[in-house]
Nanobody, 123 residues
Framework: QVQLVESGGGLVQAGGSLRLSCAASGTISSITVMGWYRQAPGKQRELVGTIPSGGSTNYADSVKGRFTISRDYRKNTVYLQMNNLKPEDTAVYYC?????????????????WGQGTQVTVSS
């Protein structure tokens, strides 16, 4: 229903900044929540933050105060601004969308994932 493409990853030094972008296409109006996740080597995927449609953003404690999620509805793009990056932020970052579509009495819930973008923070 929704396709997501991340971009903006790269190699930065500790204390630097990056802005990740997630471009959405498809039935965008059906999205209820978008978010960012990350997975570091040898670790499980973890939630970075979410931005519900019409709601306030939420962040994991590990990134609170450093990362900011925003959404440009005209461009159908969600951003993750990352400041004061630390080596422990090194991970593959994934964009995620959750939504629901209705067709008559039928309700279809779905979620969609991007392919991920690598963020590497050197010390």
């Amino acid at each position: 229903q929704v396709q997501l493409v991340e971009s903006g990853g790269g190699l930065v030094q500790a204390g630097g900044s990056l802005r990740l972008s997630c471009a959405a296409s498809g039935t965008i109006s059906s999205i209820t929540v978008m978010g960012w996740y990350r997975q570091a080597p040898g670790k499980q995927r973890e939630l970075v933050g979410t931005i519900p449609s019409g709601g306030s953003t939420n962040y994991a404690d590990s990134v609170k105060g450093r990362f900011t999620i925003s959404r440009d509805y005209r461009k159908n793009t969600v951003y993750l601004q990352m400041n004061n990056l630390k080596p422990e932020d090194t991970a593959v970052y994934y964009c995620h969308a959750q939504g629901v579509r209705f067709n008559g009495w039928s309700r279809n819930d779905y979620d969609s994932w991007g392919q991920g973008t690598q963020v590497t923070v050197s010390s």
